[in-house]
Nanobody, 122 residues
Framework: QVQLVETGGGLVQAGGSLRLSCTAS????????MGWYRQPRGKSRELVAT???????YYTDSVKGRFTVSRDNAKNTMYLQMNSLKPEDTAVYYC????????????????WGQGTRVTVSS
């Protein structure tokens, strides 16, 4: 079993920055691939970014050039550095983990964090 705990959400003005963290515990094999999803109020969940244990990354088009996903395997922690934030980035951000990255495209990921809210004011 894998447990995920997110921290770092909050309120920020447009153009500002936030860094989210997600710390994993439990079976290390269970979080070979990690990623961030977000769900704006009243909308469906979308995949934001993923990072594999070796460090391969993926970003959805709307965050490319603004967000950076990374992980520190020694600390079992994944980060999402969010710069140049826009009001449309407002959402609950969820950390997720699985043994392989392919499942992130379908959302059929086994392990989820509790979510952390990010609010970007205009």
């Amino acid at each position: 079993q894998v447990q995920l705990v997110e921290t770092g959400g909050g309120l920020v003005q447009a153009g500002g920055s936030l860094r989210l963290s997600c710390t994993a515990s439990g079976s290390t094999f269970g979080y070979n691939a990690m990623g961030w999803y977000r769900q704006p109020r009243g909308k469906s969940r979308e995949l934001v970014a993923t990072v594999t244990r070796p460090g391969s990354t993926y970003y959805t088009d709307s965050v490319k050039g603004r967000f950076t996903v990374s992980r520190d395997n020694a600390k079992n922690t994944m980060y999402l550095q969010m710069n140049s934030l826009k009001p449309e980035d407002t959402a609950v951000y969820y950390c997720a983990a699985d043994t392989q990255v392919d499942v992130f495209a379908t959302g059929e990921v086994r392990h989820w964090g509790q979510g952390t809210r990010v609010t970007v004011s205009s």
